[in-house]
């Protein structure tokens, strides 16, 4: 089973920026979708960015668009989240988790979630 471990988080002003990353154990992480989810408190985990195996092709939930960018380096085994223009409601933790071989853009198909790490925006 892929071991994802997630860094980067912590507190930022709004407006301000983070980098988060994701280490993912085993030779097998190119073959896999990946993505970003997180979960505010009282809300649901939320599928917000994810990425194809080859890279090429992203998804963006729609309040992140512009703002969030996502990428992956296959040599590594690393996914990248890069958050710009942070605001208060993008306060939430977020995790990485590989994809089971469904659509890369369907929430509903994603397995091996990391611990995650804390993201908070202050105004």
């Known amino acids: 089973q892929v071991q994802l471990v997630e860094s980067g988080g912590g507190l930022v002003q709004a407006g301000g920026s983070l980098r988060l990353s994701c280490a993912a154990s085993?030779?097998?992480?190119?073959?896999?979708?990946m993505g970003w989810f997180r979960q505010a408190p009282g809300k649901e985990r939320a599928l917000v960015a994810a990425?194809?195996?080859?890279?090429?092709?992203?998804y963006y939930e729609d309040s992140v668009k512009g703002r969030f960018t996502i990428s992956r380096d296959n040599a590594k085994n690393t996914v990248y989240l890069q958050m710009n223009s942070l605001k208060p409601e993008d306060t939430a933790v977020y995790y990485c988790?590989?994809?089971?071989?469904?659509?890369?853009?369907?929430?509903?198909?994603?397995?091996?979630w990391g611990q995650g790490t804390q993201v908070t925006v202050s105004s």
């Open positions: 990425v194809s195996a080859s890279g090429i092709s992203t």
């Open positions: 988790a590989r994809n089971s071989g469904g659509a890369y853009y369907n929430p509903r198909t994603y397995v091996n």
């Open positions: 085993g030779r097998t992480f190119s073959m896999y979708h």
